[in-house]
């Protein structure tokens, strides 16, 4: 099993930033990309960005590509998502999780095994 603390979340206004910090715990060997997702009430969970925890390659949802930046510090077993430019439909909670698969970034909240509890940012005018 691997557990996945977030943190960072908060209020901001529309142009601030914030960093979400994912830190995982566990059987950390065993995964091999995380990602980051976002829910909007009533809406669908939507991917945002992952990295291969090995190579650091990374993929970005066009949605936010430019102004989220995904980075993980192996050595703390964390990923961090720095959140640039924040505009209002940025509101959402927002979910890590881990993928133990090598079949390379996944996109669909079905590739991932394990998610964290979500930390809410609130992005306002």
């Known amino acids: 099993q691997v557990q996945l603390v977030e943190s960072g979340g908060g209020l901001v206004q529309a142009g601030g930033s914030l960093r979400l910090s994912c830190i995982a715990s566990?059987?950390?060997?065993?995964?091999?990309?995380m990602g980051w997702f976002r829910q909007a009430p009533g809406k669908e969970r939507d991917f945002l960005a992952a990295?291969?925890?090995?190579?650091?390659?990374?993929y970005y949802a066009d949605s936010v590509k430019g102004r989220f930046t995904i980075s993980r510090d192996n050595a703390k077993n964390t990923v961090s998502l720095q959140m640039n430019s924040l505009k209002l439909e940025d509101t959402a909670d927002y979910y890590c999780?881990?993928?133990?698969?090598?079949?390379?970034?996944?996109?669909?909240?079905?590739?991932?095994?394990?998610w964290g509890q979500g930390t809410q940012v609130t992005v306002s005018s």
């Open positions: 999780a881990a993928d133990r698969s090598r079949g390379g970034l996944g996109i669909a909240p079905l590739e991932y095994d394990y």
């Open positions: 566990g059987r950390t060997y065993s995964v091999y990309s």
């Open positions: 990295i291969d925890l090995k190579s650091g390659r990374t």
